[in-house]
């Protein structure tokens, strides 16, 4: 648009229009070109784009042509390319064998020499050490009782009172009887792991002194070494899930890398976790990194088979479409 403004009031005639014509066409050129090449780099580039493909599309309607291509491209694609159907699931990493370690017996505790994630070895590692002071000092009294009831049953032997004999022996090999009891207590106060490997659970150097009664669990012990994982399999891609599938799975801590696994056992009962319906996979973790510990959580994608990506892409439409519809197609 070519806007002047003029002090006559008079209309302009034929010449002064024409050679107002005349100078535009002279600016339209250089207008044009401060236009193309005053715009951002991004602008530019698809004015040159349009201008080429224009050539082969036609001028009208460039844009919309190139849209519906790309589109058909991608749709042929699809249909014609296949790629790898995978399942995804969460995971939790746990140890391939657990022990746990009791306390013996009644009693309270003396000292603690591990913490939580400290590794032990088996037999070498001391745990913790139970109170004894009690033991021993039952253990003293019995030892006497024992002399004594065999002190008696000599003086009655001596005496030709067999029957009195045989009483003080019988309470003699009672006496004994508790005295090893006792001294195996003691030696079961000193407990040591019962396996190598890493401490999982036991947290007791802040509780000296806490009673610990029998049976009760003071220290978790797994070896690193054997590793695997439990998969959480959403209930929609069960029917995919077979035993002997490969997969790799990523820590949330360690995205960037990959660690293989091979599935080894699928339960058949499904079960609740995080408000969610969900079927357990247990698979075994090939060549685990020395970083990876029990507890770890991720995601993991179980190979299943080549599928075509058109099939891939819209499984879970098609499978909500099937549901709504009662379809069996």
Same mark, same amino acid.
């Given at each position: 648009?070519?806007?002047?403004?003029?002090?006559?009031?008079?209309?302009?005639?034929?010449?002064?229009?024409?050679?107002?014509?005349?100078?535009?066409?002279?600016?339209?050129?250089?207008?044009?070109?401060?236009?193309?090449?005053?715009?951002?780099?991004?602008?530019?580039?698809?004015?040159?784009?349009?201008?080429?493909?224009?050539?082969?599309?036609?001028?009208?309607?460039?844009? *919309?042509?190139?849209?519906?291509?790309?589109? $058909?491209?991608? /749709? =042929?694609?699809?249909? @014609?390319?296949?790629? &790898?159907?995978? #399942?995804?699931?969460?995971?939790?990493?746990?140890?391939?064998?657990?022990?746990?370690?009791?306390?013996?017996?009644?009693?309270?505790?003396?000292?603690?020499?591990?913490?939580?994630?400290?590794?032990?070895?088996?037999?070498?590692?001391?745990?913790?050490?139970?109170?004894?002071?009690?033991?021993?000092?039952?253990?003293?009294?019995?030892?006497?009782?024992?002399?004594?009831?065999?002190?008696?049953?000599?003086?009655?032997?001596?005496?030709?009172?067999?029957?009195?004999?045989?009483?003080?022996?019988?309470?003699?090999?009672? *006496?004994?009887?508790?005295?090893?009891?006792? $001294?195996?207590? /003691? =030696?079961?106060?000193? @407990?040591?792991?019962? &396996?190598?490997? #890493?401490?999982?659970?036991?947290?007791?150097?802040?509780?000296?002194?806490?009673?610990?009664?029998?049976?009760?669990?003071?220290?978790?012990?797994?070896?690193?070494?054997?590793?695997?994982?439990?998969?959480?399999?959403?209930?929609?891609?069960?029917?995919?899930?077979?035993?002997?599938?490969?997969?790799?799975?990523?820590?949330?801590?360690?995205?960037?890398?990959?660690?293989?696994?091979?599935?080894?056992?699928?339960?058949?009962?499904?079960?609740?976790?995080?408000?969610?319906?969900?079927?357990?996979?247990?698979?075994?973790?090939?060549?685990?990194?020395?970083?990876?510990?029990?507890?770890?959580?991720?995601?993991?994608?179980?190979?299943?088979?080549?599928?075509?990506?058109?099939?891939?892409?819209?499984?879970?439409?098609?499978?909500?479409?099937?549901?709504?519809?009662?379809?069996?197609?």
């Amino acid at each position: 648009v070519l806007s002047l403004d003029r002090v006559s009031s008079q209309r302009p005639g034929a010449r002064y229009v024409n050679l107002l014509r005349f100078f535009a066409d002279l600016i339209a050129p250089r207008l044009l070109e401060l236009n193309r090449h005053g715009r951002w780099f991004g602008a530019r580039f698809a004015t040159w784009l349009r201008e080429k493909l224009a050539l082969a599309l036609g001028h009208k309607h460039t844009w *919309a042509k190139l849209a519906a291509l790309a589109c $058909a491209g991608v /749709i =042929a694609f699809l249909c @014609v390319a296949q790629g &790898m159907y995978q #399942v995804e699931a969460t995971f939790v990493t746990k140890p391939v064998e657990q022990r746990v370690v009791a306390s013996p017996y009644d009693g309270f505790l003396a000292t603690v020499h591990v913490r939580p994630g400290e590794k032990v070895e088996a037999g070498a590692s001391v745990l913790a050490e139970l109170e004894t002071a009690e033991l021993k000092s039952r253990l003293a009294m019995r030892k006497a009782e024992m002399s004594g009831h065999l002190k008696d049953a000599g003086l009655a032997r001596r005496e030709n009172k067999f029957a009195e004999a045989q009483a003080a022996e019988a309470r003699a090999e009672q *006496a004994e009887a508790e005295c090893d009891l006792l $001294a195996e207590k /003691i =030696a079961q106060a000193t @407990v040591t792991a019962p &396996m190598d490997g #890493v401490v999982l659970s036991g947290e007791w150097t802040t509780r000296i002194g806490a009673p610990a009664k029998l049976g009760d669990t003071l220290f978790e012990i797994a070896p690193l070494s054997r590793l695997e994982a439990a998969l959480y399999v959403p209930e929609a891609e069960r029917a995919d899930g077979r035993e002997g599938q490969t997969g790799r799975l990523a820590a949330a801590g360690r995205p960037d890398e990959k660690i293989g696994f091979e599935v080894v056992r699928i339960t058949p009962l499904a079960e609740m976790v995080k408000q969610k319906n969900v079927f357990r996979v247990q698979v075994r973790l090939t060549n685990p990194p020395e970083w990876m510990l029990p507890g770890l959580e991720g995601v993991a994608k179980i190979d299943v088979e080549e599928r075509l990506l058109a099939l891939i892409w819209s499984r879970r439409a098609v499978n909500w479409v099937k549901m709504k519809l009662w379809l069996w197609w």
